[in-house]
């Protein structure tokens, strides 16, 4: 059974550093991996989808990195902003399961002015 | 494009009433999903409609959920009778899967946050 953990389950930094968004998964048979923004009281909007065969993907000051080997995908945020705080959270879908999203908790992020 | 449209957007019931929430996915997706978000938690997969089949409700608790999509379009997520634990935000989403664009990209309404007291 596939199962996402996403560490730490909360973040506070500074603004303008660069930080790291960890996502883990147990099972590396996977099609897609997605990492999904939620602003309080909002739905979720899509940031980054790397498919299975690619290693990366980037835009503007977001790049996702994806390792099936590990089953580890990092979410990297160049010189964040305020408006960076959300909550962030990973998913991954399967071929074998209708192509469902399996989601971690998320990663509540803060950044300090 | 307009995006994955969902109302209400906030519903306050007391347990054992009855609630509907509707949404009306991205024009020309066949695929609909319906997730229970729990405050701190990742959404849960209610169920999934491919056009207006059901592809998989194994996590909707059938004694009081109930969702129907009659026309492969807009669809509603009804519960009845509430219970205090339904108190949660009910995500909608939609995907378009086409030989060209098999990429299951699915993109979300903004939410029905529901209170049961």
């Known amino acids: 059974k596939q199962e996402v953990t996403q560490i730490p389950a909360a973040l506070s930094v500074p603004e303008g550093e660069n930080l790291v968004l960890n996502c883990s998964f147990t099972d590396s048979a996977i099609y897609n991996l997605q990492w999904f923004r939620q602003d309080p009281g909002k739905g979720l909007t899509s940031l980054l989808l790397i498919q299975s065969s690619q290693r990366e993907q980037t835009s503007g000051r977001l790049n996702a990195s994806l390792d099936k080997s590990s089953g580890r995908s990092t979410l990297y945020i160049a010189a964040s902003q305020p408006g960076d705080s959300a909550t962030y959270l990973c998913a991954v879908s399967k071929l074998d399961s209708n192509y469902q999203l399996i989601w971690g908790a998320g990663t509540k992020l803060i950044i300090k002015p | 494009e307009a995006g994955v449209a969902q109302s209400p957007r906030y519903k306050i019931i007391e347990k054992r009433q009855s609630v509907a929430f509707w949404c009306n996915p991205i024009s020309g997706h066949a695929t609909l999903y319906w997730y229970q978000q729990i405050l701190g938690q990742g959404p849960k997969l209610l169920i999934q409609f491919q056009n207006n089949g059901v592809v998989d409700d194994s996590q909707l608790p059938k004694d009081r959920f109930s969702a129907e999509r009659l026309k492969g379009v807009d669809s509603t997520l009804k519960i009845q009778p509430a219970k205090l634990e339904d108190s949660a935000v009910y995500l909608c989403?939609?995907?378009?899967?086409?030989?060209?664009?098999?990429?299951?990209?699915?993109?979300f309404g903004p939410g029905t946050r529901l209170t049961v007291t």
């Open positions: 989403a939609s995907s378009l899967e086409s030989d060209r664009a098999p990429i299951y990209e699915q993109y």
